[in-house]
Every structure is written in structure tokens, then in C-alpha cells.
């Protein structure tokens, strides 16, 4: 288990404050958030490289937080990998377990083990110099996890593959996950990977954990405009809510109306005054005829862009200034015929806009 208790550190003029995180034994916590926020400074403070300022730093029940690096029991994979030139593939993969006491044989056999885990079996006896970045990346990923350590440090592992390999290597921390029960805290900038991987997410800003739990609680509800946008969950916009009393749509909760410059809808909130919405892509409905059914919301947009990914098109729906995403099919947008410049109906749910 993980705990990071009110943790403070400042490195140059950079400074990172009030972090409290928790992740349980065996668990795979995926730290994400922009460029800056502290993400690697993070890690390398429970990997005891950096001496906080403030705060606690629990592994398994033990405080670490002034404990040496070589004495918490914690293996790290860098972005860049940090391989040794002039060692082959067994001897990078042996090099940590030099100090765990165990005998040749028993190094060889874990590194053998470790080797068809990972998949570089036929690379141990070559150089590293030559390797491609994903042979790298699963040396050092075997290297780390050589000496048996209590916890998996991961930094941006797969920022140098590209997008076929790292499924693969997606699938292959997964594989030893199972295999070795390791917990496992990993940077990521990829929302993917969150989504893919994790038991935890925690989105950290320049205020710190921001918000964290079920990689689809966060992505589904997010609590700040912040994370939304981070996360690329919908279209955030901001306006004024004027309460309106009983919803009918959800017994005990009360409607309001959403009012920007360009728009009005009628949510499920009790709020009044200043405040943001987020809607989600998949629960904006379109068609080019006709309203969409009988949501409560609707209204014309003009699509301003649209993008295909694979069997999914987002459409950039234009209500005035403001931009609203759909998703849809790329099946259903050939069939209706749906180009850039097309004004479409517009359905959307009371329930189905999220409040912050």
C-alpha cells in the first residue's frame, strides 16, 4: 500500500504542496495532469530522491519518509530507461538483484523468468545498444522488478513507442500485475492509459491531487472545470443558473435553467448564480431531419469540424461562440449524409448535463 499524507517538497523554485494520496496493495494508481504540475517530482519523492518538506510517505504500513532510497524496497522505470551501455540484456536485467544476496543460480533463474514475462527471452545475450525503444523499455521494466520490490514506480513509460506498442506494453503491465502483485503507481500524460490500467486515478494541478478515485468516477464526474478540460471529458462552459423548483425527471431534485449568451438549458441542479456544466460527447443526440426523440434540451448548431477515429466521429457543433462535441458513428454519419457547414437538430437530456 502507498500513502502519501499532506506531502510537501520544493525543488528550485518550483514547489509542490498539501498531496495526500492512497493506493491500495496490489493496486495500479495512475498519477495524470499537465506538464509542470509535479508529476515525476511526485514519484521521485517516494522513491526517496527527494527529501519533502512536510508530510509522510507510507509503504505497506512502514513510514519511509526519511528512509534511504536503497532501503524502501521500490523499483523505478524512467521515461528515458537508464540502461548500462556496455552490459548486456542479463547483466542490465541481473544488476539490481547484486545486493539482494541470492545465488547465481537463483538470479539466472529470475532472470530467465522475468525474460519470458516480459518478452525479450531471445535479446538476453545481445547488447542493449541497437534495441528498439519498446525492447528497451521492457529491459528496464525487467530490471526494476528483478530484486522483487514492494512497489513499481513507472515515469511516462510509454512516451517513446508508438500507439501499436504501447498496447502491447499496456497488455504486458498487465500481465505483470497478475503474475507478480505489484503495486504499481505510473505517470501518465495518455487519458487512455488510465482508462485501460487503472484501479486509481488521481489528476495533480499546481494545488495538488485535484481529484481522484475510479478511472471512470473521474472521468465520468468530474468535480472542477479543471479536470473536465484536463481530461478532455466534453464541452465545459460557463454561465448562470436560475433555479426553476421540482424536476420532473428525478424525483427530489429540483430543475434549473442554464443560460449563457448563446444558450438555454434546463438542468437537474439546486444551484443559483455563477457556474459551469460539462457535456459529454455520447449523450449529445443529432439528426439532420428532425428533433432527436424527446429529450427536454433542443436546439439547432451549425457543425463547424468534424474528425473520424476508426468507427467514431466527433462533430464541433456550433451554438453561437459556443462549441458543443457529439459523438457519433461514422456508420450513422454517412448515412445521414452529415458535412461541415450542416445545421443539425440537437437533443439533449436534462439528467444527462453534469453540474459542477
Same mark, same amino acid.
Given at each position: 500500500?502507498?500513502?502519501?499524507?499532506?506531502?510537501?517538497?520544493?525543488?528550485?523554485?518550483f514547489? *509542490?504542496? +498539501?498531496?495526500?494520496?492512497? #493506493?491500495?496493495? !496490489?493496486?495500479? =494508481? &495512475?498519477?495524470? $495532469?499537465?506538464?509542470?504540475?509535479?508529476?515525476?517530482?511526485l514519484?521521485?519523492?517516494?522513491?526517496?530522491?527527494?527529501?519533502?518538506?512536510?508530510?509522510?510517505?507510507?509503504?505497506?504500513?512502514?513510514?519511509?519518509?526519511?528512509?534511504?532510497?536503497?532501503?524502501?524496497?521500490?523499483?523505478f522505470?524512467?521515461?528515458?530507461?537508464?540502461?548500462?551501455?556496455h552490459?548486456?540484456?542479463?547483466?542490465?536485467?541481473?544488476?539490481?538483484?547484486?545486493?539482494?544476496?541470492?545465488?547465481?543460480?537463483?538470479?539466472?533463474?529470475?532472470v530467465?523468468?522475468?525474460a519470458? *514475462?516480459? +518478452?525479450?527471452?531471445?535479446? #538476453?545475450?545481445? !547488447?542493449?545498444? =541497437? &534495441?528498439?525503444? $519498446?525492447e528497451?523499455?521492457?529491459?528496464?521494466?525487467?530490471?526494476?522488478?528483478?530484486?522483487?520490490?514492494?512497489?513499481?514506480?513507472?515515469?511516462?513509460?510509454?512516451?517513446?513507442?508508438?500507439?501499436?506498442?504501447?498496447?502491447?506494453?499496456?497488455?504486458?503491465?498487465?500481465?505483470?500485475?497478475?503474475?507478480?502483485g505489484?503495486?504499481?503507481?505510473?505517470?501518465?500524460?495518455?487519458?487512455?492509459?488510465?482508462?485501460?490500467?487503472?484501479?486509481?486515478?488521481?489528476?495533480?494541478?499546481?494545488?495538488?491531487?485535484?481529484?481522484?478515485?475510479?478511472?471512470?468516477?473521474?472521468?465520468?464526474?468530474?468535480?472542477?472545470?479543471?479536470?473536465?478540460?484536463?481530461?478532455?471529458a466534453?464541452s465545459?462552459?460557463?454561465?448562470?443558473?436560475e433555479?426553476?423548483?421540482?424536476?420532473?425527471?428525478?424525483?427530489?431534485?429540483?430543475?434549473?435553467?442554464?443560460?449563457?449568451?448563446?444558450?438555454?438549458?434546463?438542468?437537474?441542479?439546486?444551484?443559483?448564480?455563477?457556474?459551469?456544466?460539462l457535456?459529454?460527447?455520447?449523450?449529445?443526440?443529432?439528426?439532420?431531419?428532425?428533433?432527436?426523440?424527446?429529450?427536454?434540451?433542443?436546439?439547432?448548431?451549425?457543425?463547424?469540424?468534424?474528425?473520424?477515429?476508426?468507427?467514431?466521429?466527433?462533430?464541433?457543433?456550433?451554438?453561437?461562440e459556443?462549441?458543443?462535441?457529439?459523438?457519433i458513428?461514422?456508420?450513422?454519419?454517412?448515412?445521414?449524409?452529415?458535412?461541415?457547414?450542416?445545421?443539425?437538430?440537437?437533443?439533449?437530456?436534462?439528467?444527462?448535463?453534469?453540474?459542477?
Amino acid at each position: 500500500m502507498i500513502q502519501i499524507q499532506d506531502l510537501a517538497l520544493q525543488v528550485g523554485d518550483f514547489r *509542490l504542496s +498539501g498531496v495526500s494520496l492512497e #493506493l491500495p496493495t !496490489g493496486g495500479h =494508481g &495512475l498519477i495524470i $495532469g499537465p506538464t509542470g504540475s509535479g508529476k515525476t517530482t511526485l514519484l521521485e519523492a517516494i522513491a526517496g530522491h527527494l527529501r519533502p518538506t512536510a508530510g509522510r510517505i507510507v509503504l505497506d504500513g512502514q513510514d519511509v519518509t526519511w528512509v534511504p532510497p536503497e532501503e524502501r524496497g521500490i523499483g523505478f522505470v524512467y521515461q528515458t530507461y537508464h540502461l548500462f551501455p556496455h552490459y548486456s540484456v542479463r547483466e542490465n536485467v541481473a544488476y539490481g538483484m547484486g545486493r539482494t544476496g541470492m545465488d547465481a543460480t537463483a538470479i539466472r533463474t529470475r532472470v530467465d523468468a522475468l525474460a519470458e *514475462l516480459v +518478452g525479450i527471452a531471445p535479446l #538476453l545475450d545481445r !547488447g542493449v545498444r =541497437g &534495441l528498439s525503444g $519498446g525492447e528497451q523499455q521492457r529491459v528496464a521494466l525487467a530490471r526494476a522488478l528483478a530484486p522483487k520490490p514492494r512497489i513499481l514506480l513507472l515515469d511516462e513509460p510509454f512516451a517513446a513507442v508508438d500507439p501499436a506498442l504501447r498496447r502491447v506494453l499496456r497488455r504486458t503491465l498487465r500481465e505483470i500485475r497478475e503474475h507478480e502483485g505489484i503495486t504499481t503507481l505510473h505517470v501518465t500524460h495518455d487519458v487512455d492509459d488510465a482508462l485501460r490500467l487503472g484501479d486509481m486515478v488521481a489528476v495533480l494541478s499546481a494545488d495538488g491531487i485535484v481529484q481522484s478515485g475510479p478511472p471512470e468516477q473521474v472521468f465520468r464526474y468530474p468535480e472542477s472545470p479543471f479536470v473536465a478540460e484536463f481530461l478532455a471529458a466534453g464541452s465545459v462552459l460557463k454561465g448562470r443558473f436560475e433555479r426553476l423548483g421540482p424536476s420532473g425527471d428525478d424525483a427530489g431534485a429540483f430543475a434549473a435553467r442554464f443560460v449563457t449568451a448563446d444558450l438555454e438549458l434546463e438542468v437537474v441542479s439546486e444551484r443559483e448564480g455563477v457556474g459551469h456544466i460539462l457535456i459529454r460527447p455520447e449523450d449529445v443526440l443529432v439528426s439532420r431531419t428532425s428533433h432527436p426523440g424527446p429529450p427536454r434540451n433542443q436546439f439547432e448548431a451549425r457543425v463547424r469540424h468534424l474528425e473520424r477515429l476508426g468507427p467514431v466521429a466527433t462533430l464541433h457543433l456550433g451554438v453561437g461562440e459556443a462549441i458543443i462535441f457529439a459523438s457519433i458513428t461514422t456508420a450513422t454519419l454517412e448515412e445521414q449524409g452529415i458535412q461541415i457547414g450542416d445545421r443539425l437538430a440537437v437533443g439533449l437530456k436534462a439528467t444527462a448535463i453534469h453540474v459542477f
